[in-house]
């Protein structure tokens, strides 16, 4: 079966259109993303299965990420219709169960798939591998106090304003002496005659017939 279809029992209920840019319904983009979802749901978990052989768990790897890419046309077509933006929400789906080689190429491996002799290797090999989900906790564990956010308590509030405007002085007064010193050194350009329009015509005429007369010779 296809990763385009999705069945009950043994029964076909409906088969998802290929060209995703002709649906023109929020509510249907919306019933064929909750379809791709729940077969996204079923080979990730059927893909943890230390039972599969490997041969089946490349297939189940590159079936996921091509639901994942169908997913995500689906997200871009309800949010281009007027839906949710689903693209820029902070949960989402699936986006921690994957993990990238690198940071160019975005096929994602899943479950056993990074166990699999060769894709294995390569995850020890990249030095500068760090999985989303690390990162994430990375970030909850971060022990970021107020001043971090730009909060102070207002007993010190009042000396970090104080320490601000010093500075602020200091600047002021470094640009005022560098102005000053800039103005006395300033020389005013002396121009004695300034050409009347037809004196200006008059040379650019005469440029031009020698140059004209130094080509001709």
Request: proline share 4%.
């Amino acid at each position: 079966m296809s990763s385009n279809q999705y069945v009950v029992g043994s029964k076909p209920v409906e088969k998802r259109p290929r060209n995703i840019k002709n649906i023109n319904s929020v509510a249907t983009c919306e019933k064929h993303r909750q379809s791709v979802i729940k077969d996204l749901s079923k080979k990730i978990n059927k893909i943890q299965s230390a039972q599969l052989p490997d041969y089946q768990v490349r297939d189940l790897n590159d079936a996921i990420n091509q639901l994942m890419r169908e997913k995500h046309a689906w997200e871009i077509q309800i949010r281009d219709l007027g839906g949710i933006n689903y693209i820029y929400s902070k949960a989402k789906l699936f986006a921690d169960d994957g993990e990238k080689i690198g940071e160019i190429d975005d096929y994602r491996y899943y479950g056993r798939a990074r166990e699999l002799p060769g894709v294995k290797e390569l995850f020890e090999a990249d030095m500068t591998f760090v999985p989303e989900r690390l990162r994430k906790q990375e970030m909850q564990q971060r022990q970021l106090d107020a001043w971090y956010y730009g909060y102070t308590p207002l007993e010190e509030e009042a000396s970090l304003q104080d320490y601000e405007k010093t500075i602020s002085d200091q600047r002021m007064e470094r640009l005022s002496q560098e102005r000053t010193h800039s103005l006395e050194n300033w020389k005013p350009i002396v121009i004695e005659h300034i050409p009347a329009r037809e004196e200006v015509e008059r040379i650019l005429l005469e440029r031009r017939k020698n140059a004209l007369l130094h080509r001709l010779v």
